[in-house]
């Protein structure tokens, strides 16, 4: 599941190959009090940071049937609980992804988070593996592999997927060869291990946590797995925990979400804020959709150079800056920007930072490795070709991509099936969520809802955008999530908010 915002796309980390990854497994076990691992916390303040963040290191096992084996390292960071209300435990920022780092979200979020619950949390945060500063590994991929609009199966402007198919296959290919045993521990059903063993080393008998996104999905397996050591979880953005839709059904569902969502740019781009009258597309919101589908459709046949860059702007690019624009209104001017210089035969388009560049070998490695490592993907070429023309007609915002082959279908099985989600699990979660979410669209949340019967409340946000809690904003929605985590109110049944 993508959880991050446009200016986030870009991605976070820092080259190593499966070769570097191993030399950080560590084999000394540390241990801390009742055999779980000790956490040196160390101050860690950053620029425009939290005062008072630390930072220390957790040892997780490679592989939790053998705890006594090698280890890889994860970074933790904390902001303490500060009063005046007494402390009531530990709250997991749980970001996004996979790709998403703990560290981040709390080194961003955490003061607002802090104001908001009072002080009464410990709000921790920490890079699942192969993300931050965490233990990494790689595929070694080729250049040319690990842009994002590469790694995102965009079809051929005819449709074809067979450049998609080739690079799928040489992918899996590499990271079998390369990736070795760090890379194939970079599951979601491991991060719930490692938050659990992280619950050990914090002292805690509970955690409480904001899960986004994909970090909603890895909430709810720690909520099925661990009901007895679950308080207050809050799940924002979720997408359908099916096991038999996971992660190829997320990926499918962006289609749809962004037919949901696009309405609202439509209506920006037509009405744009005085400030930015010079980016207006289109006199009426209906005909945005045109302005932009046929200057991909242009773009196909013609790409334009860019700015600072040697990567031309294509349809697929295009569309790619739409998809990532979508899940957030503060990227609608830089969209609308791109949309203009790109329609002007002497204008000079600039990519967004995203797309100007290859990933880092482990950021790309990590990005494909967790969704094909928790759950066995279709494998026929012919079905993705036939869902790849059908998603087309369908949706031409997605033209396709969201339909179509990855990686995975090459893929090894999974050593393990995935985790039902059940209302047998934690009875204390409170869900929220967009109406027109263009990454886990709202349909696929009402799923989730589903799953968690009376054990969820869900609050619907009648807004758009990828993400819908926003600590210290004040809207209905985040006024509802803030009276949860600080005093465990909520709704008696599911509800809805206008802002």
Known sequence: MTTCTRRRAALTLSLTIAASALTAVSFAPAAGAAGAPALAWKACERPGGPAGQECAELPVPLDYRDPGGPRLTLAVTRLRAQGPAPRRGTLVALPGGPGGSGVQRVTERGEALREETRGRYDIVGFDPRGVGSSSKAGCGLAEEDRHLIALRSWPAPDGGIEENVARSRRIAEACARNGGPVLRSFTSENQVRDMDLLRRALGEKKLSAWGTSYGSYVAALYAQHHPDRTDRFVMDSTADPDPDRLEHGWLADMARGADDRFPDFASWAADPPAAYRHLRLAEHAEDVRKVVTDLAARLDREPRRTVGSDIPLTGNALRQALQTALNDDGAFPDFAALVKEAADPEGHPVLPPELSGPLPDADASLLVAVICNDVRWPRQVGGYRRAVAADRAAHPLTAGMPANITPCAFWKDPAGKPTRITD???????????????????????????????????????????????????????????????????????????D
């Not at 934690?426 to 969520?433: D, E, H, P």
């Not at 967009?434 to 009402?446: A, E, F, G, K, V």
């Not at 609050?459 to 809207?475: F, I, Q, S």
């Open 424 to 498: 047998d699990g934690a009875s204390r979660v409170l869900m929220i969520q967009n109406l027109r979410d263009p990454s886990t669209p709202y349909s696929s949340s009402l799923e989730m809802r589903r799953s968690l019967g009376d054990t969820a409340r869900m609050v619907t946000v009648d807004r758009g955008g990828h993400g819908a809690y926003v600590p210290g904003r004040g809207a209905c929605g985040d006024r509802a999530v803030t009276a949860f985590l600080n005093d465990g109110e909520r709704p008696v049944r599911d509800t809805y908010c206008a």
